[in-house]
Every structure is written in structure tokens, then in C-alpha cells.
């Protein structure tokens, strides 16, 4: 990264100016507040940041996701930030726990309090990561923070048979997702298994566990579409040992081409989820 922002600080002079382009995920009211908090608190930090896709020698692209908890919800974020040429020259990310909102609507939690933590805590990384920027003094600095997650259901697990030890476990393609994102989904969620400590397995040995990923899009209103990713999780004996769902509502059209962030938010939120469903000598 360093090697891509070296040399910048020329560019932009004592304050790097960013484009905000339309967050991806939420509700309307969450990202149009979402958007000027980050305004107002980039400038704490010696960030410029614009309200829309242009005018900034760098651009800011946010997918937010919200998943219920046992109490309230977790609303998680991942930034992409691009130079003028498209080339990514950063990510930022991080998760804010709610207490309030039910499982049905985890948004319904999200106050003006929320919002104002994720874009300080959004503008800290930004600033640290950008030529020019500053951590600035209204809020702590932030450490880099795990990878979003979209909305996810809690995984619902059969009871386990007790089967002969697997040799471990094969990450089946993904079915049904548009753009790149039959490739792309796949190895997210194979590298965020192997990276949380599971055995991955090839298709060669038939004594193993199976995830298999099913991406089903929907129309909805307001130029949307709602896409819906099941990732069943079976035994060696293709029993089914439980399912992971994660369900958003996102721009008509968006997955259609390279998903990018959004493959290694959804690997993040099904890979917990997975583990749990998994035995621990997986």
C-alpha cells in the first residue's frame, strides 16, 4: 500500500479529498446521516470529504451490514478506497454493537449516537491511512478492526452424528451468484476458514465435511433487489448439519460484475457461523 500512496501528499496539498460515494446496504435515513457525520468528522482529522461519486483526487465506497444479536444487533462496515484510476489503495473496516433493535429489523437500533461512532471511527483509519491525514483530538485512535460482516441469521445446528474422524473440509463452488461472485465467494470463504483455523479439503477425498453457497436474488422495490446466500453445511454422509442465512437489500445490478468487498463481508459474517455448526476437530 505504502508504494501506492507514496508520493500523493503532492496531490493534495495539507488535505486529502475524498469522494463519498452511495453506501451500499443500509437503510436510506442511516447512510444519508452516515454520509455528512463522515463529512464532519473528516474534517477533525485534515480530511476533505465530498458528499457523492466525484470530485475528489480519492474515492470512498462503504457496504454496511446489520446482523441481529441475543441483544440488539451489530452493525458492521468495510470501506474500499480508490485512487482517480479505480485502483484500490486502502481498506478500512469495523463492527459497532447495538443494544437496541430486534432480529426482524436490526436497523431499528441505530441512532444518531451509532452513526457518529462509525464515521470517527471510519475517519481515524482513513487518516491514518491517507497522506495528509490526522487522527485529530475529538476521538481515540482506532487499530485496524476485523473485516465486516453482512446480515446474518443465527445458524440453526441438527444434532452431529458421530462420524469417523473427516479429513477435513471442502468449500463447494458457489451456486447462483451473479458477476464474479461464484469464484469470488468461494475463495473468501476459504481463505476466512483457513484463516480461523480449519482444515480445508479438496474434492479428491470423499470423507469430508461440505459448505455449499446458494445466491438467491430477488426483486424489490426502489430499483433494489434482495439477495439471499444459504450456505448449508453437510457431513460426510451429506447429511445436513445446519444452514447459515444472510439476507440484504442492495441496488439492482451492483453484483453484477466484481464483488470485491462485499465477497469478503459475506465470507466474514457465514465463517462463524460455519465453525459452529462444524465439529471442533474439524
Known amino acids: 500500500m505504502g508504494g501506492l500512496l507514496s508520493g500523493a501528499s503532492g496531490i493534495f496539498g495539507g488535505s486529502p479529498k475524498v469522494a463519498v460515494a452511495p453506501i451500499i446496504g443500509a437503510p436510506e435515513n442511516v447512510t444519508s446521516e452516515l454520509t455528512q457525520a463522515l463529512v464532519v468528522a473528516g474534517k477533525d482529522r485534515n480530511l476533505t470529504l465530498i458528499p457523492g461519486p466525484t470530485g475528489g483526487n480519492y474515492t470512498l465506497r462503504g457496504y454496511l451490514l446489520a446482523s441481529p444479536e441475543r441483544r440488539g444487533s451489530k452493525i458492521s462496515y468495510i470501506w474500499d478506497v480508490t485512487d482517480t484510476k479505480g485502483t484500490r489503495v486502502t481498506r478500512v473496516s469495523g463492527e459497532e454493537v447495538v443494544s437496541k433493535g430486534s432480529r426482524s429489523n436490526p436497523w431499528s437500533g441505530v441512532d444518531s449516537t451509532v452513526i457518529r461512532s462509525i464515521a470517527n471511527k471510519t475517519a481515524s483509519q482513513l487518516a491514518a491511512a491517507l497522506p495528509g491525514g490526522s487522527r485529530g483530538s475529538s476521538s481515540p485512535s482506532v487499530a485496524a478492526a ?10 440453526t445446528a441438527a444434532a452431529r452424528p458421530a462420524a469417523a474422524k473427516p ?6 463452488p458457489v451456486d447462483g451468484a451473479p458477476g464474479d461472485g461464484r469464484r469470488s465467494l468461494t475463495t473468501a470463504l476459504k481463505k476466512r476458514l483457513y484463516k480461523d ?7 479428491t477425498n470423499q470423507n469430508v465435511y461440505t459448505v455449499k453457497g446458494i445466491v438467491k436474488l430477488s426483486s424489490a422495490s426502489g430499483g433494489k433487489e434482495t439477495i439471499r446466500i444459504d450456505w448449508q453445511v453437510l457431513d ?11 439476507q440484504n437489500t442492495i441496488p439492482k445490478g451492483s453484483l453484477n460484475g ?10 466474514g459474517a457465514a465463517a462463524d457461523g460455519i465453525i459452529k455448526l462444524l465439529p471442533k476437530s474439524s
Open 146 to 155: 476485523p473485516a465486516a460482516v453482512p446480515a446474518a441469521t443465527a445458524a
Open 197 to 203: 483455523g480449519v482444515k480445508l479439503a479438496n474434492g
Open 167 to 172: 479429513s477435513g473440509v471442502l468449500v463447494a
Open 258 to 267: 466484481p464483488w470485491g468487498a462485499i465477497a469478503d463481508a459475506a465470507a
Open 236 to 246: 460426510p454422509n451429506g447429511k445436513r448439519l445446519g444452514t447459515v442465512s444472510q
